[in-house]
T-cell receptor, first 112, second 116 residues
């Protein structure tokens, strides 16, 4: 699976949009971008995934650059409960096993 | 419906003792995964099951670690002769299947293991 690079931490204001970047310059054509988050003392939670088109669901939006070498997770209106570590993961969807390889993630602190 | 459950939530043991950690996946999920997270570290894959078989055990750190799954449901992770470096949060996840689609993984709350 391709390696990802994320900032170690970032702060954002409650009610504002949070934009979380992820670099994956070695991504292959059949690899998807997945985002999970881990709130303190809980297991990780799936957020969203995409291949090349932008995606949106009830939790977030995912913007993938045209060359697919980077992406941005957008939390449109951050709340205090969005404080968590956010993991960007790149892997082949449907591959045998589907195991997740977690990096260090971005520690997001939403401030009032 | 119920999510993934794990027991115990916390386990404190003495070095050299054996421990068993249990995972109850979401009903109907055929794939089950074990990960561990050491203090301040990211999640590390250990093993996954498709049904009762374990096609990938590559993440198990040593032969002191083993896991089994029976009836395509409950799984037990066993650590023999525990060492202090085994101290971590052990997380279990399940998904509908282990291949063929995106198959979101649903995680349990984890078991915090402390080896004294």
């Amino acid at each position: 699976d391709a390696k990802t690079t994320q900032p170690t931490s970032m702060d954002c204001a409650e009610g504002r949009a949070a934009n979380l970047p992820c670099n994956h310059s070695t991504i292959s054509g059949n690899e998807y971008v997945y985002w999970y988050r881990q709130i303190h003392s809980q297991g990780p939670q799936y957020i969203i995934h995409g291949l090349k088109n932008n995606e949106t669901n009830e939790m977030a939006s995912l913007i993938i650059t045209e060359d697919r070498k980077s992406s941005t997770l957008i939390l449109p209106h951050a709340t205090l409960r969005d404080t968590a570590v956010y993991y960007c993961i790149v892997r082949v969807a449907g591959a045998a096993g589907n195991k997740l390889t977690f990096g260090g993630g971005t520690r997001v602190l939403v401030k009032p | 419906g119920a999510g993934v459950s794990q027991s115990p939530s916390n386990k404190v043991t003495e070095k050299g003792k054996d421990v068993e950690l249990r995972c109850d996946p979401i009903s109907g999920h055929t794939a089950l995964y074990w990960y561990r997270q050491s203090l301040g570290q990211g999640l590390e894959f250990l093993i996954y099951f498709q049904g009762n078989s374990a096609p990938d055990k590559s993440g198990l750190p040593s032969d002191r670690f083993s896991a089994e799954r029976t009836g395509g449901s409950v799984s037990t992770l066993t650590i023999q002769r525990t060492q202090q470096e085994d101290s971590a949060v052990y997380l279990c996840a399940s998904s509908l299947a282990a291949s063929g689609s995106h198959n979101e993984q649903f995680f349990g709350p984890g078991t915090r293991l402390t080896v004294l």
